[in-house]
């Protein structure tokens, strides 16, 4: 789900849960923001309210959608949300930054950022791309460079057309550029223009894609509370895995403007990134060392890094310290 800027201009909000939970007992109110606008790709948190996890974990949950993971990382850092999903990639060069943020799980392991070529075009690697034109929004433009730069390509190599997140995939299916750099959840909107993915871990450039994001304050002076919210979440995405369908029709309710066939496309497409090879047999939800530090050595030779160069400051374990994760199965 990255940096990546999608679609609408306005903020959708949606209250999950109730004042009191079973047995009247209070919930506590927390705002979670996810990392664009609303898709099929956020049904697991919906799911997980339907399901009743949040009610479990004593939680009241409101889901606000974002214009992107820049927008949600710099929400959570300011206090504005409790909680929030974004790119790690972008949640790296915030820290480096100075932000005062953590992953404290990662709910999408593997990277879900490639290139996007007509399947006519005879491109069938991302080397293939020297001098073509790839379109890419500002965001995850320093991303793209770390993925080209490990294809063994440099930045002259192509002809770089930056384009606003919420025209990229219109530019793409145009046919206005050769290709398109962003998550492979958007295959199902690019029919008109159908396409190849040519992923970046194919080529070794595996930073972990979707983490939760949370103040190193929230997690220091509450861990029960971020421990509540990360089973519940991790839950939703587990069981909406078992339950595709069940999962769009729980988010769908919510959101009938949404496409239901078009959502399970994407969901679908998520759910195949929740695990990196370097988390299996870990828990699920766990932070991958080794994911990290590929991410971080990237980013400092492409991106201008100035954070710190071990990639375990940028991630917090806490919540697995104890070795059997969170309840929420193994990767």
Sequence with gaps: MAGVVLGALLMASVSCGGADGAGGKPLTKVTYRGPFVTSGGDAP?????KLGYFEEEGLDVEIRDSKGSGQTITD??????DFGMAAATNL???IGQGQQLTSAATYLGRSSFGFFVPKDSGITSIKGLRGRSVAVSALVEQNMYAALTAAGLSKSDVEVVVADANALVTT??????DAMY?????????QRRPAEVLMQSDVGFNPPDYV???????????????????????RGFQAAKKDPDAAIKAITAEHPELNPRQSLGT????LDFMCSPAQSGRPYGENAPDDWTGAVEGLKRTAGLRGPEDGRKYFDNSLFAKGDGLGTGTC
Excluded at 267 to 270: I, Q
């Design 92 to 94: 790296i060069m915030a």
């Design 267 to 270: 969901l679908k497409s998520v």
């Design 182 to 190: 962003t998550v492979r959840y958007f295959v199902p909107q690019t």
């Design 76 to 81: 959570v850092g300011n206090g504005g949300s």
């Design 212 to 234: 939760l994001v949370v103040t190193r304050e929230t997690l220091r002076d509450r861990p029960q509370l971020v421990r509540a919210f990360a089973r519940a979440t991790l």
């Design 45 to 49: 948190l919906y799911y997980a309210d």
């Design 172 to 177: 793409y299916v145009s046919g206005k550029v």
